[in-house]
């Protein structure tokens, strides 16, 4: 078991774009949901996106709707979200997480930090205006 390790962040300015990578094993993919999470300093862990391992089954934050897309390589064990337009509200520490869940519909919904697993350390997004 090995945790995810995520990378791709920088300091971009408003209306740029970044991807991010994350780095998982095989174990943490054959999981059910797995999916990104950001953490704004003095605010709780919210959920960004998240697909089910079938792949039927994604989840977009309302905030990201349009401008991210969340994506994997299952070959090579890495889940990427790619983000455009960036506003500066979207600064913050990005996480990469797996959960099991009874099916791949739960992907679809709000995902919670309490219900996930297998954190990596973050990955420091900054945007600025």
């Known amino acids: 078991q090995v945790q995810p390790v995520e990378s791709g962040g920088g300091s971009v300015q408003a209306g740029g774009s970044l991807r991010l990578s994350c780095a998982a094993s095989?174990?943490?993919?054959?999981?059910?949901?797995m999916g990104w999470f950001r953490q704004i300093p003095g605010k709780e862990r919210e959920g960004v996106a998240t697909?089910?391992?079938?792949?039927?089954?994604?989840y977009y934050a309302d905030a990201v709707k349009g401008r991210f897309t969340i994506s994997h390589d299952r070959a090579k064990n890495l889940v990427y979200l790619q983000m455009n337009s960036l506003i500066p509200e979207d600064t913050g520490t990005y996480y990469c997480?797996?959960?099991?869940?009874?099916?791949?519909?739960?992907?679809?919904?709000?995902?919670?930090?309490?219900?996930?697993?297998?954190w990596g350390q973050g990955t420091q997004v900054t945007v600025t205006s």
């Open positions: 997480a797996a959960r099991r869940a009874p099916s791949g519909e739960f992907c679809s919904r709000r995902p919670y930090s309490g219900d996930f697993a297998f």
């Open positions: 095989r174990y943490t993919f054959s999981w059910s949901c």
């Open positions: 697909f089910s391992k079938g792949e039927a089954y994604s």
